[in-house]
């Protein structure tokens, strides 16, 4: 899989604090690629916070790619849509850079993009990820690597918790101090992420020092939770069981990255958002996650800060369909989920009577995409009605033909970045995806950036969501509330 477009390329230099880097230039868009924001999170830094990138001498090479944090691809059924790239190397706190090559004397606003993955996966190398159509329409775009899995997200004693949550702020610090010579203002900065990534930039909306770090926020398909430390540690301590060894720094520090990959696949094995098992979570914590999300945001935390949220029609197909699991599923497993996460039965025989033609599967992915996402969010969106900064919300509800996913998890994500070339596009969407539609999105995401607003009227009482259909794309007033109401709490 390349990370480049093929074609000539001509020299870029910027200077940061630790040292001068090197681009490269592609069709009026200067690219820099794994430029350090922080030292490199091993020895006697591993599980530890975030240390100051060192400096360097002469011209640091930033035309390729930089490490990516150590994970497991994805297996199974998901391996053929979701796709994995693997840089080796200790250096994968980095961060990419995608801004116009020609630029006039103002500053111009920055996207700051933080990918999912479950916590366990991703990275900014991948190639739906380089962000060239963000750069070729004004914006200066930085696609940031984190601590991922056992590394990032472990409950360990004596080590800090959501070391990754630790280094995205670590990220945005370094882009507050050193974006402007790439062109970029850092007082205009949103933040964006997906999935998990969309979870952790909650969690930065959320945190006291969010003002001073970004200004806009989006959140695509992220959970707006963080689990108290027992709950989020679980993983750690099956971990330990099996390594056996304490759930401590110093015993974890023992193993190697690969040892420790090798055991979290261990237990994790057929573990997923809908179906359950063991998983990493942001941890509630005094300095990075005092509560969760949620409850933040119910309080009026990041009410000041402009939001962009929304969610994919067809969210848990991702997880249900590919893998045959959406025909196995029967009524005692809808049963059992439903108790387990409080859904009345009236709710059950509400979203059966609206979709006749659904099996069993499909029923229980409407349940858990609302439960677990698009209720939270409408949660949310009603509580910032009585702050000073507006909330944009919306639906992506095009349906892609491949493996009947639909409008499922994911799917939009080359339709904000106006890439449906890109192998992971088509991964997703396939070789039929309409442009129109990722010209629209994107333009909104671009929009927000610009001016805190994506081009539809602000939530309220009447509940406005943009739908992203691939037709006329509407704004819904209160889409499907019915059965919102009805899993409300």
């Known amino acids: 899989m390349s990370q480049h477009d093929a074609g000539p390329s001509l020299g870029a230099t910027a200077t940061t604090s630790c040292g001068e880097v090197r681009g490269e230039v592609r069709d009026g868009v200067e690219h820099y690629w794994g430029i350090p924001y922080a030292a490199a999170p091993v020895g006697e830094l591993r599980f530890a916070l975030p240390h100051p990138a060192p400096a360097w001498e002469g011209v640091r090479d930033s035309t390729e790619p930089g490490p990516t944090a150590p994970q497991n691809p994805y297996t199974g059924a998901i391996a053929r849509i979701l796709p994995t790239v693997i840089i080796a190397g200790d250096g994968f706190l980095n961060l990419n850079i995608a801004a116009p090559a020609v630029r006039g004397p103002e500053l111009l606003p920055v996207m700051v993009w933080f990918h999912g993955g479950s916590l366990q996966h991703g990275s900014n190398a991948l190639v739906g990820y380089r962000g060239r159509s963000f750069a070729r329409d004004g914006i200066v775009y930085v696609a940031v690597n984190y601590r991922l899995g056992a590394e990032g997200f472990s409950v360990l004693d004596g080590a800090p918790r959501n070391l990754g949550l630790a280094d995205q702020m670590a990220a945005l610090r370094w882009v507050q101090q050193e974006i402007a010579s790439f062109g970029g203002d850092p007082q205009r900065v949103t933040v964006f992420g ?64 690969d040892e420790l990959l090798a055991s ?208 006329t794309n509407p704004v819904i007033y209160a889409p499907r509330d019915e059965e919102r109401v009805t899993l409300t709490p």
Request: zero cysteines; proline letters at 8%.
């Open 264 to 471: 979290q696949a261990r237990v994790t094995a057929g573990s997923t958002p809908i179906t359950g098992g063991l998983s990493f979570a942001l941890a509630v914590d005094p300095v990075f996650v005092p509560v969760s999300p949620a409850a933040a945001f119910a309080s009026g935390a990041g009410s000041g800060t402009p939001l962009l949220i929304g969610t994919t029609t067809d969210e848990a197909r991702l997880w249900l369909v590919p893998s045959g699991l959406v025909m196995k599923l029967k009524a005692l497993h809808l049963a059992v989920a439903r108790r387990k996460v409080g859904i009345s039965a009236a709710a059950v025989k509400l979203f059966q009577r609206n979709r006749p033609y659904s099996v069993m599967g499909e029923i229980l992915g409407a349940l858990a995409t609302d439960k677990l996402l698009r209720v939270p969010m409408n949660q949310l969106a009603d509580a910032r009605l009585a702050g000073p900064a507006p909330t944009y919300v919306y639906e992506f509800a095009w349906e892609s033909p491949v493996e009947h996913l639909r409008a499922a998890h994911a799917v939009e994500l080359g339709f904000v970045f106006d890439d449906l070339l890109s192998p992971d596009s088509l991964g997703l969407a396939g070789s039929t995806a309409p442009q129109p539609l990722a010209t629209e999105m994107h333009r909104a995401w671009v929009d927000f950036a610009v001016s805190g607003s994506p081009g539809w009227e602000a939530w309220n009482s009447q509940r406005p969501v943009k739908t992203f259909d691939g037709g």
């Open 194 to 257: 997906q999935s998990a990534g969309g979870n952790t930039v909650a969690a930065l909306l959320a945190h006291p020092d969010a003002s001073t770090l970004f200004s806009r926020a989006i959140i695509q398909s992220g959970p707006l939770t963080a689990d108290p430390a027992k709950q989020a540690g679980k993983i750690t301590q099956r971990m330990a069981k099996d390594l056996k060894i304490p759930a401590t720094r110093d015993a974890f520090s023992r193993f190697s990255p």
